[in-house]
């Protein structure tokens, strides 16, 4: 959690575009901290949302989130488990938290939906997040949606995970966006490399891990919730995965673990509609 005042967001001064055309079109330039990893380029992941918290002092920045729908935002169960959601809000269409750059569209939370998530296990940890107003989305813009995968999707290969979280373990939090690339590992490799030190019954059939042998590059405090995005043949970006839980940040040994998305595509599907 950042301990400084994101900006105040006045929507009047966001672009007035309406309609939503097309999901997961990355933006700006591709270059090649999250730890490890590099700044983004305004506009790189237009469905990057920061999910921030009012303790009626302040507003702080707290965990990522990706946005699904112009009504939709996706991120982590634990990141809402336990905060009220009078208190919740997002922002989307940013890109340094502390400068107002006109783009960002702030909107309050009505509902949170959970489906049997286990604070103790962090087994199904998603969140879908209903915004008070719809967002302003628009292929190509500041702010824009993330594809969501079919129900059997396997990803392999590379995978990208964006965020504001710290960019050291013990250390501070970048004002802009970051974003690092990272292979998943299998589960077996995974579940083995954690039941080293007694982890591996927190790895469900509904998790990913995704890092590097040798550390490095990481997603670390304030990523939790982030979209981990994977591109398929046609350019287009789907949300395989989001920011759940780790040891440490960037350890050798110990890859990021992330929910799996596609296992819960019925059910996204299913709240969206029921709750319109």
């Known amino acids: 959690i950042t301990q400084t005042t994101p900006k105040p967001v006045d ?33 790189e992941f237009p469905w990057q949302v920061s999910i921030q918290v009012d303790d009626g002092r302040q507003l702080h920045h707290i965990c990522g989130g990706a946005i699904l729908s112009e009504h939709w ?50 087994r199904n940890d998603i969140a879908l997040l209903k915004v008070n107003s719809p967002l302003i989305l628009k ?3 500041r702010a824009s949606a993330i ?15 964006s965020g504001w979280g710290r960019m050291t373990e013990a250390g501070n939090s970048p004002q802009t966006l970051q974003q690092v690339t990272l292979p998943f590992i299998d589960k077996y490799s995974c579940r083995a490399r954690y ?47 989001i920011v759940s839980w780790g040891i440490g940040c960037a350890r050798p040994d110990y890859p990021g673990v992330y929910t799996e998305v596609s296992c819960f595509v019925d059910w996204i599907k299913n709240t969206m509609a029921q709750n319109w």
């Open 73 to 122: 935002v996706i991120t982590a169960g634990h990141c809402v488990s336990q905060v009220p959601v009078s208190s919740l809000s997002i922002v989307g269409g940013d890109h340094n938290l502390y400068v107002l750059e006109g783009t960002e569209q702030r909107r309050g939370i009505v509902n949170v939906f959970t489906t049997f998530f286990d604070l103790a296990t962090f």
């Open 139 to 141: 292929s190509g813009s």
């Open 11 to 43: 929507n009047a001064n966001v672009a007035n575009n309406t309609g939503l055309s097309g999901c997961g079109g990355r933006g700006g330039y591709y270059f090649n901290r999250i730890i490890g990893g590099t700044s983004a380029t305004p506009g």
């Open 195 to 241: 039941q080293q030190v007694g982890f591996s019954q927190y790895l469900s059939e509904c998790q990913l891990c995704a890092g590097t042998p040798y550390g490095g590059k990481d997603a670390c405090q304030g990523d939790s919730g982030g979209p981990l995005v994977c591109a398929k043949d046609s350019g287009q970006y789907f949300l395989c995965g």
């Open 147 to 161: 594809c969501l995968p079919e129900k059997h999707d396997k990803f392999q290969g590379l995978a990208t995970v």
